[in-house]
């Protein structure tokens, strides 16, 4: 969605800053791939911002108590924010969303194939698709 966004509305917050923390479980080494999309997007819609600023947090208590992940989902979740600020500090937003548990992952996966058999089965001459082409096909269960 957020891509959907910097196409249409290019550099419309240009001059505000971002700041974004992400939160999975302890053995994720890397940064989410999903925030360093989000933030290619915000980068599209005019923010100086870089995925390095992105703010990994693994330790347990910080997941906790300043993320709020619940204790059941500690070992599997996706807990993202970010927060933009424009110039002079009068307006903010903020986005989140975030995942307990690894059922969704499952079931996002399940609905691509069925799409991808769909599309070959349909001769289709495309070869590369990503989620967002899954959900404009409605093909999510």
Partial sequence: MMEMMAEQFPGAFAGYTLKVTESHQSS?????GTAKAIVASFQKLGLNTDVSQIEMVRDREQQ????????GALLGHAFHTY?????????????????????????????????????????????????????RAGAMR
């Avoid at 994720?28 to 989410?32: E, F, Q, V």
């Avoid at 906790?64 to 204790?71: A, G, K, Q, S, Y």
Wanted: hydrophobic content about 35%; overall charge negative.
């Fill in 64 to 71: 906790l108590d300043r993320m709020r992940v619940p204790e």
């Fill in 28 to 32: 994720k080494k890397d940064t989410s």
């Fill in 83 to 135: 927060q933009l600020v424009s110039p002079d500090g009068s307006v903010s937003f903020e986005f989140q969303h975030n995942v307990c548990g690894r059922t969704i992952y499952a079931e996002g996966t399940v609905d691509a194939t069925l799409f991808l058999a769909r599309q070959i089965g349909n001769g289709a001459s495309q070869r590369l698709y990503n989620m967002v082409d899954v959900l």
